[in-house]
């Protein structure tokens, strides 16, 4: 069964830009969450998607937004970039939205800010 | 004062000893804990996965939940020179609508040959 897969792993942004993730699921996984992991931070909680809809979301600026389509796939946007926007973004699924359920990660896109 | 406090190391014990990780947190409503193992370029692999208080043992790794204390740990036996990543303990109160984890800032262990 193919894991969570992402992308691009890599991109390379100056400030000002836009960017758009990918993230496909594991074939199944209804619920997709993102989550952006830097060194200082470690990894926070972006927001969270199940049938469409965005369920939870985390505290960042509303320059983060995302969306989610029929088939479970998800779409992370950045816009107008900032330096400290460089970071590694991670999407988990889990296979329904219910109490507790685990998540499993992807190998994350690298965004770099220059 | 963050939830979930992680030392992050950086932890070195020599090959075949047992290693002990640990994450305290604030917060009582968190009722699932898992501990996720990354390699570096690599997205966090979940290891273990527990509810409430309690032990779990999957081979050679064991967690144990201490929701009294607010405390918990995983136990690596036999380690191994693939053991040596950064361990990340997450936690998630499982409320419906709510499933975000909430993650430690990782332990980097190498285990040395």
């Known amino acids: 069964k193919a894991g969570v897969t992402q992308t691009p792993r890599y991109l390379i942004k100056t400030r000002g830009q836009q960017v758009t993730l990918s993230c496909s699921p594991i074939?199944?996984?209804?619920?997709v969450s993102w989550y952006q992991q830097t060194p200082g931070q470690g990894l926070q909680f972006l927001f969270e998607y199940f049938s469409e809809t965005q369920r939870n979301k985390g505290n960042f600026p509303g320059r983060f937004s995302g969306r989610q389509f029929s088939n479970s796939r998800s779409e992370m946007n950045v816009s107008t970039l900032e330096l400290g926007d460089s970071a590694l973004y991670l999407c988990?699924?889990?296979?329904?939205?219910?109490?507790?359920?685990?998540?499993?990660f992807g190998d994350g896109t690298r965004l770099s800010i220059l | 004062q963050k939830e979930v406090e992680q030392d992050p190391g950086p932890l070195s014990v020599p090959e075949g000893a047992i290693v002990s990780l640990n994450c305290t947190y604030s917060?009582?409503?968190?009722?699932?804990f898992m501990w996720y193992r990354q390699y570096s370029r690599k997205g966090p692999e979940l290891l273990m996965y527990t509810y409430s208080s309690g032990n779990k043992e999957d081979g050679r790794f064991t967690a144990q939940v201490d929701k009294s204390s607010k405390y918990i740990s995983l136990f690596i036996r036999d380690s191994q020179p693939s053991d040596s990543a950064t361990y990340l303990c997450?936690?998630?109160?499982?409320?419906?609508?709510?499933?975000?984890?909430?993650f430690g800032t990782g332990t980097r262990l190498t285990i040395i040959p």
């Open positions: 988990a699924s889990s296979l329904e939205q219910g109490p507790g359920q685990p998540q499993h």
């Open positions: 997450a936690m998630s109160a499982g409320n419906f609508g709510n499933e975000k984890l909430t």
């Open positions: 917060n009582s409503a968190f009722q699932y």
């Open positions: 074939s199944g996984h209804r619920s």
